[in-house]
Each structure stands twice: as C-alpha cells, then as structure tokens.
C-alpha cells in the first residue's frame, strides 16, 4: 500500500475474520491505476465491535467500507438507510452520502459483470445454496431475464420473479435444462467439510455447453471445478466475481469505475491471471 497523509481518504473491509482477504489488495490496485489518493485497509470486527467501528468511519469521515462475514446482515441496524441492492437486508458495501452512511450490495451486478466478461449469461441458471450471496445473485439474474432456481436444504422463498425453489436432493433433476450451475454453499472451501461434493457424477447431467461457477476462490479449483473442467464445461472461481464486485464497490466509494484492463490487471494480482 502507497503511503498514506493527511489527505489520504480511507475505505475498508471488516468482518471476522479478515486477514485472508484480497479485497485490500484488489481495491489499492484500483486506487492505484486511476491515480487517486486512497487507502484501503482490513478491520478484523465481530458483530460487538459494530456500533463502535461505524462510530468511528463516521468521525475518520471514510468515504465507505465493504462488509463480510459474520456482518452482512447485522450492519443494517448501524446505517442510516439500504439502497435497493440490499437483498433482503444482506450488506456488502457501505457507502458515504453526505454525512450518510447508505448499504447496498454489489454481489449480484459483480456476478453478473463477471458472467458477461466471461462470455454472456444463458437463459436458465440454477444456484445451490441459499444464503445472503445467493439472494444477491438471483436479484441480478432475475432482473436480467435469467430464470433462476435455488436449491436449499432449508425454506426459503426470495420473492423475486422468475425464480423457482425446490429442496437440495432434488437439483440432480433440473440439471438437464441448466445452462449455468452456481455453488454459493462453503463447500469445497479450504476447510470446509466436502459433503456432497464427494460425489460430482451429477455433473453428467448438465448440457455439454453449460457453465459451472463457484463462488468459492480459495482453493482456485475446486472439486466441483476439477469434475467439471474434465467433462468438458466451461468453468469459472470466485475470483472474477470477487474482483468485479470490488469493482462496483469501488465505483460507490470514490465515483470511479475501473476500466476493463484495470479488472484484468486487479485479477492477474489476485491470482487469477487476466
């Protein structure tokens, strides 16, 4: 990170933990490339520490923060208002406004940015899993005409249109007609339990020219990514939705949008070449 002064305007990202993050990395790239004097630090904040953490950007004057787990649905009582994009509570990006601390959630559009790098959006899509990400994403893909399924082993009913929900055991059945499959469940994260991924013959199921895409970047392939890529599928990690929806983010915080060869340059830092 460049060093900062006293007119150096600060953005973050807090959550617990918060040490792993590339968002620092990928945001001060960003900074950097347009010429722009801002800095761009991790806060290692536990649900306790909010009221003081948002007390504290208010006074510091931060022009926002990026917010994730165990935080995206607990900030919203710190705020002064949600912006549209904040599914159903779910924060990933506060921004300044005036005085204003204002939540939204750029998951969704970053998805969907990295899909139409990445060679456009089908028709159909099916996500598995059902939390605050996969709420983002089947906003976005619905508002850009995509007929989204989510899989979930428990109720839950986003009521957005052109969506279907149906359990976990039964997404085997809708992968005929799928022409982009989503993992937005921890499985097949570094440490996290495999589950059902210990068997991917489902992945037969899917068209020969659909996509799979894990939300997931650390590991970079996962096992659902390796079975995937071995029939064949096209397949894309985490990483370009992360970078993406920096990128967003980033554009709320500063007025800046990062241009295509500043995408590419932020994922070839993280890893993910470009």
Not at 30 to 38: N, P, S, T, V
Not at 213 to 234: K, N, S
Not at 240 to 258: D, I, R
Request: charged residues 20%; proline residues 5%; glycine residues 12%.
């Amino acid at each position: 990170m460049d060093r900062i002064n006293a007119a150096t305007r600060l953005m973050a990202i807090i959550g617990s933990p918060v040490e792993h993050s590339l968002s620092p990395l990928i945001q001060n790239a960003f900074a950097r490339r347009a010429g722009l004097d801002y800095a761009y630090m991790g806060f290692n904040v536990k649900p306790e520490g909010l009221g003081a953490f948002t007390a504290a950007a208010r006074t510091l004057n931060m022009v926002g923060f990026n917010v994730t787990m165990p935080l995206k649905e607990k900030i919203a009582p710190f705020l002064d208002e949600l912006d549209s994009s904040a599914c159903g509570g779910a924060v990933n990006t506060v921004y300044a406004r005036d005085g204003r601390l204002i939540g939204g959630n750029t998951d969704g559009a970053g998805f969907v940015l990295s899909m139409e790098r990445a060679g456009g959006l089908p028709g159909t899509a099916l996500i598995l899993g059902a939390g605050g990400s996969a709420r983002a994403l089947a906003a976005s893909l619905t508002a850009a005409n995509v007929s989204v399924t989510v899989a979930s082993r428990r109720t839950v009913r986003f009521d957005l249109p052109r969506t279907d929900y149906i359990a976990w055991d039964d997404f085997p059945a809708r992968l005929p007609d799928c022409g982009l499959l989503i993992n937005a469940t921890p499985l097949g994260m570094h440490g996290a339990d495999a589950g059902d991924y210990t068997d991917l013959d489902f992945l037969d199921a899917l068209p020969a020219d659909a996509c799979a895409y894990d939300l997931i970047y650390a590991p970079p392939v996962t096992a659902l990514l390796a079975a995937a890529a071995r029939r064949g599928l096209r397949t894309v990690n985490g990483l370009p939705h992360l970078v993406c929806q920096g990128a967003l983010a980033f554009k709320l915080f500063t007025g800046h949008m990062p241009s295509e060869a500043d995408i590419d340059e932020a994922l070839r830092l993280a890893g993910g070449g470009g």
